[in-house]
């Protein structure tokens, strides 16, 4: 059985994360920062930075309320539940999401964590199919009844919507759930 701290802990990562979320909007919207600017612009120059700050930027509060709360969910199951990767998984979900968008997303200022989103909740539903223990499963079917969705995500909708961003998240789950998928321990 999992100890009180190794609960809560588990919520440390998702929940700086969201802190910055709410921080950088907080600055954007109090002090008339333009930080919208900086997104990911795809391959160019001035888009490099946002492959670091492209995720921490929302365009308004039902964006950042909408990344907000899968975002503290996923990324508490992940540590929660595998906490020797918990950190790598995250990891590649930012980074690596947002360097695909930069290489082939379509001229546009990509904003927001729903590549992230992404990422996470794949990663969760695919890692359980390719490892094929009881609990991973049990994780897929649960993430995949709450967050279903993700899969109509990844198709183009509203030109206003990254959808190269639920896309680029989606490989990079899939791929690092076959990645990890042998480990022993997770």
């Known amino acids: 059985m999992a100890s009180e701290s190794s609960f809560f802990g588990s919520s440390i990562v998702p929940i700086r994360f969201v802190f910055l979320m709410w921080l950088v909007f907080y600055l954007e919207l109090m002090f008339g920062l333009p930080l919208s600017g900086y997104g990911i612009e795809p391959r160019t120059l001035h888009g490099l930075i946002g492959i670091l700050a492209g995720p921490l ?22 540590f929660f539940f595998y906490p020797r990767i918990g950190g790598v998984v995250f990891l590649r979900a930012y980074f690596w999401t947002n360097v695909l968008v ?36 049990f994780i897929s079917v649960i993430v995949l009844l709450l967050y279903g969705g993700v899969f109509y995500g990844v198709l183009p909708s509203d030109p206003r919507i990254s959808w190269e961003s639920h896309f680029a998240g ?3 789950g899939i791929v690092t759930a076959v990645t990890f998928a042998k480990q022993k321990k997770v």
Do not use: E, M, Q
């Open 57 to 78: 930027i929302h365009g308004d509060l039902l964006h950042l309320v909408s990344n907000t709360i899968p975002l503290l969910f996923l990324g508490w199951v992940l």
């Open 102 to 137: 930069w290489l082939f997303a379509r001229p546009a200022n990509h904003i927001g964590a729903s590549g992230v989103v992404y990422g996470l909740a794949f990663f969760l539903i695919f890692f359980g199919i390719f490892r094929r223990d009881f609990l991973s499963l």
């Open 170 to 172: 989606a490989l990079v």
